[in-house]
């Protein structure tokens, strides 16, 4: 079992920055990595994937240019760094674990954490 524990969500000003920070109980590098969003009244979408392949990373159109996933898995960690945040960026962040393949396709990661909320608002 692989347990994922996220941290660094608050409430943050549009225009500004976070850093969202998975911890999990072990990491290697043949684990896909992503984090995903819910927003209230919205399905669970996919932002970001760092995949097993190294140096492969994919963003949602909507965070393209603004967020950045990156990974330690000497620290069994992985962040996304989040900038120009949008209200539309409200919504409950989650990271999960694939342990298989090569992407983060949202109905098929193996282990979820229990999700961070952020909201961004004047």
């Known amino acids: 079992q692989l347990q994922l524990v996220e941290s660094g969500g608050g409430l943050v000003q549009p225009g500004g920055s976070l850093r969202l920070s998975c911890a999990a109980s072990?990491?290697?590098?043949?684990?896909?990595i992503g984090w995903f969003r819910q927003a209230p009244g919205k399905e669970r979408e996919g932002v970001s994937c760092?995949?097993?392949?190294?140096?492969?990373?994919s963003y949602a159109d909507s965070v393209k240019g603004r967020f950045t996933i990156s990974r330690d898995n000497a620290k069994n960690t992985v962040y996304l760094q989040m900038n120009s945040l949008k209200p539309d960026d409200t919504a409950v962040y989650y990271c999960?674990?694939?342990?298989?393949?090569?992407?983060?396709?949202?109905?098929?990661?193996?282990?979820w954490g229990k999700g961070t909320l952020v909201t961004v608002s004047s």
């Open positions: 760092s995949s097993s392949i190294q140096g492969i990373t």
């Open positions: 999960a674990v694939r342990t298989v393949g090569s992407t983060c396709p949202v109905d098929d990661m193996n282990y």
């Open positions: 072990r990491l290697t590098l043949y684990h896909n």
